[in-house]
């Protein structure tokens, strides 16, 4: 053991549009999504080990698996060195906001400064996130998840709510009654967020009307973000239950998240930046 150590942040994921526009033989769906990443999330540390091993601390760590299932175990398997991990755990899991895929890819990246070389695994074979979670900031993603184009985008301020019900993303894939949906219109090029949001209020997520109808709780998760004073826009991000609000500014967001708090206690809350 060396003692060589490094961290890495996994942001939260947040699909701001996910329009489903197939299946392919293997059941798998495609998407056309929009993908931005919140300043709030998760952190791997990683240290040189004998093998790996892994610790999970932080606010959401009960529930999350500490073992070979845990994704931030395969991704270290993977890439084919052993470490010791540390997961702090922020985010809730099977929450729509790639908890598990961006601790991955945050493995993975940690991995590459530990290591000096290029991850040598196939992000996909993890996750259909994992690519787009290895990219880290705004993101088109289509096929199955395997194709990504990363974009400039202006930054967006958000509050996002989790109710604190878990959701299966094959439950909600399974409920989707069209699989064939219309891709995303054109993407406006430039025009900052203005542009952005009336282009966003144009797109849908195509998994909130069957995540709605398993969790109804997340109707009431978007009433309240959408009543919300200066929310632009409200909807629901991956297979649910996690939805977002947009708003113009932060100071905004924050009195925004503070209210919704003080009014659902019981709600995973927070203020953000997406990139
Ligand atoms: C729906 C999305 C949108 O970004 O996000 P989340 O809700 O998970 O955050 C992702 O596509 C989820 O990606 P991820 O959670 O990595 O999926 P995987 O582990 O590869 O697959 C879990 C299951 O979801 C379904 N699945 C996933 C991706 C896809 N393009 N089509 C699918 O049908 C399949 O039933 C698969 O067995
Ligand atoms: N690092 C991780 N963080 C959270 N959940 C994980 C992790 N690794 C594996 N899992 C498992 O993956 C499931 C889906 O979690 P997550 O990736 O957060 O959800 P989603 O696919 O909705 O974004 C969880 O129920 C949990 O059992």
Redesign the pocket.
């Known amino acids: 053991m060396t003692g060589r150590q490094t961290e890495a942040f996994a942001p939260a ?1 947040i ?1 701001l549009a ?1 329009h489903v526009t197939g ?1 392919r033989d293997d ?5 056309d ?1 929009l ?1 931005m990443f919140a300043d709030v999330g998760d952190t791997v540390r990683l240290r040189d080990a004998p093998e790996v091993s892994l610790e999970i601390t932080g606010s959401r760590a009960a529930g999350v698996p500490a073992d070979r299932r845990n994704l931030c175990w395969k991704a270290a398997e993977a890439f084919g060195c052993p470490v010791a991990i540390t997961l702090d755990k922020h985010l809730p899991a099977a ?7 961006s601790d991955a890819a945050a493995v993975l990246r940690a991995m590459e400064a530990l290591y000096g070389r290029p991850s040598p695994v196939d992000p996909l074979t ?5 690519p ?1 979670c290895m990219v880290g900031h705004a993101a088109r ?1 289509s ?3 395997d194709h990504v184009l990363p974009l400039f985008m202006a930054p967006l301020h958000a509050v996002l709510v989790n109710p604190g019900v878990e ?1 299966s ?2 439950s ?3 409920a989707l009654s069209c699989k064939e949906n219309a891709p995303m219109s054109e993407m406006p090029e430039g025009g900052g967020p203005a542009a952005a949001l009336v282009w966003l209020s144009a797109q849908r997520n195509d ?1 909130q009307a069957p995540a709605i109808a398993l969790q109804p709780v997340i109707g009431d998760v978007l009433t309240a973000l959408g009543g919300q004073t200066g929310a632009r826009l409200a909807r629901m ?4 239950a996690t939805c977002f609000a947009l708003f113009d500014d932060l100071k905004t967001a924050k009195a925004a998240a503070t209210d919704l708090q003080k009014a659902h206690p019981a709600w995973w809350v927070a203020a953000c930046t997406l990139r």
């Not at 929450?95 to 895929?101: L, M, V």
């Not at 991000?237 to 649910?240: A, T, V």
């Open positions: 994921k699909n996910l299946q059941g798998y769906h495609l998407l999504s993908v929450a729509g906001i790639g908890g598990g895929s993890l996750g259909a996130d994992v787009v993603m096929g199955i998840g959701v993303t094959p909600v894939f399974k998994l991000s991956g297979s649910g």
